[in-house]
């Protein structure tokens, strides 16, 4: 019987270690969630309408790091959405602007190509392709007819990871598991039209 009880214990002790073991492995495997989070927005009456300048901090978290870095492309979209508040009734829609992005990693060049409509650039780093993302410097949204001066809009925008353009076993990741999810913020403000210059 006490031998009975001193091998229960020892294999207790063992299923015990081996638990730990596992457990702290875990935590230092552990990846983190991304986010991409608005830090500032703004729109500037042009000569021809109004212009959007936004930035973001961008991080993608250390899965979809990695895995950009392995040749995987990632596909970001910039959407921005301007609305008339219209009392006692639904906002009246103004504008729709989406600019979208394909970041890969070139195994060959081992830079980061970033392709946006007709326009490529490379980058030595993804932390540079990535402030470059996250940075909306004078971008045409709206003509100046749109606009009434003197009416109050409601903007919006937002910068995110288009999952569905990732290779399908990423999908399903960036769906059941959270390590690969990159959350993004959608920044609003109210807009008061002035005369375009």
């Given at each position: ?40 927005a ?8 109004y ?22 492309p ?26 979208n ?37 004078s ?45 993004a ?13």
């Amino acid at each position: 019987m006490t031998a009975f009880f001193t091998r229960c214990c020892k294999n207790a002790r063992h299923s015990l270690f081996a638990g730990l073991w596992c457990l702290w492995l875990l935590l230092c495997g552990m990846a983190n969630a991304g986010s991409i989070v608005p830090t500032h927005a703004a729109l500037t009456p042009t000569e021809d309408g109004y212009s959007l300048s936004a930035e973001f901090t961008v991080d993608l978290g250390s899965r979809m790091e990695s895995a950009a870095a392995h040749g995987v492309p990632l596909y970001f979209s910039l959407d921005f959405t301007l609305e008339r508040t219209v009392r006692f009734w639904l906002d009246e829609h103004i504008v729709t602007r989406t600019l979208n992005y394909r970041l890969a990693f070139s195994s060959l060049t081992r830079q980061y190509r970033l392709t946006t409509g007709s326009l490529n650039q490379n980058f030595a780093s993804l932390e540079d392709a990535l402030r470059v993302i996250g940075r909306i410097a004078s971008l045409p949204v709206a003509e100046k007819s749109a606009l009434k001066p003197g009416e109050t809009y409601q903007a919006a925008v937002r910068l995110a990871l288009d999952r569905s353009q990732l290779p399908k076993p990423f999908q399903v990741d960036a769906i059941t598991d959270r390590d690969w999810q990159v959350e993004a913020k959608t920044l609003r403000w109210k807009f008061v039209a002035t005369e375009a210059k």
